[in-house]
């Protein structure tokens, strides 16, 4: 299909779309009253502007389902009603029930409530519009706090750890999820100091909201109506409660279970590494002169290994259990080794038991392996289109095998070994059918353990430790371009610390290249001698550190995901008089945030802030930017979208724009910033068909100025000119293990658009940017779109 640069199809193609993905159609009711709307109002008169918002936001979700709209989202703005409930009257008290219920569990007891409704007629419906206003009053809050456990170890553990109570007196409302999360506190502070048997059944909380003048003792029964009449007048003015935690007993004041107080000590380990998926784990505990059972003592532990083949040895599994005989039954721990031993990789489940004698806890740890071997094959296909050294279509085609073993040398060690080999062809008359040949050879170990010969201090306290030790060498050549050889190799290590913070250290990164310059490669070089930067043949001796975590928002609904990274490179070795020609010497930082917000009916808000900047402070000989495999690029489908993949860039430079053979862009810096506004569409046979409207905002540059390519380099006073703007929406097709996403996106500013200091004027809108045309070797034009569409696995952040 051909379109047209009118700008008129634009709107005619987006109708188009939604009454396609809409279902467009008249909505029919009968003709009698239907609740069309509802919502709820909050009177701000005791409470704080954020408990407002947080009623407004949750009690709509407590109308009565016979006073619920039920509306389906169709694309951004539009809505359809599905199934509205006949309106009745007598569904108003419900759902002011439903609302107080929710309202006390938020420490509101004494709201006050107004509800109003019309029916307002629309060609044959009569439409109902309910309004409930609601004053929830003054919450009640919690005056204080005390614990009166009759058993004196636990009563010091719950004093010690008073300050980390989630009840703060005269502040924190008299809500029954605060209540239940201090208990929930209360139990695991005794399950990590050995009161394995200690549960949420064991502990309670009594609250009280007693006015002690009620009290006082009178046989006026004016004064006593008197005295309730200020009581309950004080309690609404100022509504207060204390509460006490302590041990449930029974109706005879006897502890309803008397063996939650035992405390028990970790003793004798054992582990059953060959453990089948069908095996019963308490049969195998009285089943072991059918295994082969070895005993290992260390200073703190008795292991016991149960097993028949021998596949394993005992060491990973001492490292990764981190309890101890004769210490106090930690839960903490005991989930902390469950875990350390499901990510070695070599087991696919991991369980425990434990058993109990007398105040004694041995461990049974079950786990069931993996195959130790697979091998993987992937065929994938490509087509380019006008790539960085000519401008014909090359198709390619590659196979990737890979193998893994995942118990090497029996210490549950993982390696992999990668083989691919690929070519790209073309059928063009005057030009010899294979155009590239690309192979290469990657071997990596993870091994379960710091490699060091100074072991870090603390390691016990990290979660996930590995090291990586791995190698790759590859061979591409390029008919009549180069040849191009590489060798990397390093190793590193990788832990999770208490905060959920994942590192990645790798103090040793080696890179070697050697390239063989063809005479199609000269002849670009000479026509574009910028070119000659990305074709640098130094090589590489660097140390890279990296964090990440995720981490909820205030919201609990929301998550947060952060990234930071450094690399080093040529700090000592670069020193040398005689490397100094071959190595680059060069610092680069990255940082990456993500947000992602839930809202209503499937919908949510995405957002996504990257900046990156390296800088080259070695000598001319190598070039004054990074290595173009270490620069940064823009567009494709998960950066922005609006250009495609190493097309945007660098600054507001013309250079890659009017070349005819070399049109891709690296650059030394990259910002940019990603908004997304996510929905659903419809389900087609079990496939949820979603759409998101984005915006993309960034670019990127260069530091230091170069003569070859004027306006490049970052300056801040440019970056109004500078920065790029796409606008676009797309189809997300969620098949439940993995999503296909096609986006369409525009150039709404391009700083390589001349008029209009780059922005759009949709008066003049164009597919193509024809301010200049470009021809190739062949005199064929190459196109500047307006547009791109991107097609991407999964979703872009």
Same mark, same amino acid.
């Given at each position: ?97 439903? %609302? ?148 449930? &007993? ?54 016991? %290994? ?16 981190? /309890? ?38 041995? /461990? ?84 379960? &353990? ?124 670069? &020193? ?92 030394? /810096? ?7 506004? &996510? ?119």
């Amino acid at each position: 299909m051909n379109l047209s640069s009118k700008p008129a199809n634009i709107p005619v193609l987006f109708l188009i779309m939604v009454c396609i993905l809409s279902a467009c159609g008249k909505q029919e009711f009968p003709n009698k009253p239907f609740v069309y709307e509802n919502k709820v109002i909050i009177k701000k008169t005791n409470i704080t502007h954020e408990d407002k918002k947080k009623l407004q936001a949750e009690l709509p979700n407590y109308w009565d389902d016979s006073l619920s709209t039920r509306k389906v989202q169709q694309l951004v703005l539009f809505y359809r009603l599905r199934n509205p409930p006949t309106f009745d009257t007598v569904n108003i008290g419900r759902s002011k029930n439903l %609302m107080r219920g929710y309202l006390k569990s938020q420490g509101y007891y004494y709201p006050s409530f107004s509800d109003t409704f019309y029916i307002k007629k629309h060609n044959n419906q009569q439409r109902a519009y309910i309004t409930m206003t609601i004053d929830p009053g003054k919450a009640t809050i919690l005056d204080s706090v005390a614990y009166n456990f009759a058993d004196t170890s636990l009563q010091q553990l719950t004093q010690n750890g008073a300050k980390q109570s989630l009840i703060k007196p005269g502040a924190t409302h008299f809500a029954k999820q605060v209540i239940a999360g201090e208990l929930d506190r209360i139990v695991d502070t005794f399950k990590v100091r050995g009161y394995l048997k200690m549960s949420r059944d064991n502990v309670i909380a009594e609250v009280d909201t007693t006015d002690v003048s009620l009290l006082q003792i009178t046989t006026d029964p004016f004064l006593q109506a008197e005295l309730a009449a200020n009581a309950l007048k004080k309690r609404q003015e100022n509504p207060k409660a204390t509460v006490s935690i302590m041990e449930r &007993r029974n109706a005879d004041s006897s502890l309803v279970d008397s063996s939650a107080l035992r405390k028990y000590y970790i003793g004798d380990i054992y582990y059953y590494p060959e453990t089948s998926s069908f095996d019963i784990f308490d049969s195998l505990i009285n089943a072991h002169e059918s295994f082969r059972v070895q005993r290992y003592s260390s200073t703190f532990n008795n292991y016991y %290994m149960l097993d028949k083949d021998g596949k394993f040895v005992v060491k990973p599994l001492r490292e990764h259990t981190y /309890m101890r005989r004769g210490s106090p039954y930690n839960e903490n721990l005991y989930f902390k080794t469950i875990n350390n031993l499901s990510q070695i990789g070599a087991w696919r489940q991991v369980d425990a038991r434990p058993v109990l004698r007398a105040d004694t806890v041995d /461990m049974h740890l079950f786990l069931v392996p993996y195959p130790k071997q697979n091998v993987t094959f992937d065929v994938e296909t490509s087509r380019n289109t006008g790539d960085f050294l000519s401008s014909g279509n090359l198709f390619g085609l590659a196979l990737n095998v890979t193998y893994r073993d995942r118990n090497v040398w029996k210490r549950a060690i993982q390696s992999f070994t990668n083989v691919r080999t690929g070519i790209e062809f073309t059928l063009e008359k005057d030009r010899p059918p294979l155009q590239t040949f690309y192979t290469s050879f990657g071997h990596n170990y993870s091994i379960p &353990r710091f490699i060091s010969p100074i072991k870090p201090k603390r390691v016990g306290r990290l979660d996930g430790v590995k090291t990586i030790v791995g190698l790759n060498a590859a061979y591409s050549e390029r008919t009549d371009f180069f040849r191009l050889r590489s060798f990397v190799t390093g190793f590193g290590y990788e832990w999770v610390t208490r905060k959920k913070i994942l590192w990645q250290f790798k103090p040793v990164n080696l890179e070697f290249y050697g390239l063989d310059s063809l005479n199609g490669l000269k002849e670009a070089i000479h026509t574009n001698p910028f070119l000659k930067t990305a074709f640098n043949t130094g090589n590489v001796i660097s140390m890279t550190l990296s964090a990440t975590t995720t981490f909820p928002g205030k919201n609990k609904k929301n998550t947060n995901y952060l990234r930071f990274a450094v690399e080093e490179a040529g700090a000592i070795f670069g &020193r040398f008089p005689g490397l100094q020609k071959n190595i680059f010497q060069y610092i680069k930082g990255e940082a990456e945030y993500r947000k992602n917000i839930p809202l209503h009916n499937s919908t949510s808000l995405a957002f996504r802030a990257f900046a990156g900047i390296g800088y080259n402070y070695g000598n001319s000989a190598l070039g004054q930017t990074l290595p173009f495999y270490k620069q940064f690029v823009g567009g494709g489908p998960n950066s922005m979208r609006a250009w495609t993949l190493r097309q945007l860039g660098l600054g507001s430079s013309l250079a890659s724009d009017t070349s005819a053979t070399y049109r891709d862009r690296y650059g030394d /810096m990259q910002l940019e910033a990603n908004m997304e506004y &996510r929905f659903q569409l419809m389900t087609i046979a079990g496939v949820k068909v979603g759409s998101a409207l984005f915006a993309d905002v960034g670019n990127v540059w260069n530091i230091k100025k170069d003569s070859a390519l004027p306006s490049s380099e970052f300056d801040i006073s440019r970056l109004g000119k500078d920065i790029a703007i796409g606008l676009g929406t797309g189809l997300r097709f969620d098949f439940t293990y993995f999503l296909i996403r096609l986006d369409f996106g525009i150039k709404w500013k391009d700083p390589a658009r001349l008029e209009n200091n780059g922005w759009m004027q949709l008066s003049d809108f164009t597919w193509r940017n024809k301010e200049f045309l470009i021809k190739d070797a062949n005199g064929r034009t190459i196109n500047r779109n307006n547009y791109a569409f991107q097609l991407g696995i999964n979703l872009p952040f």
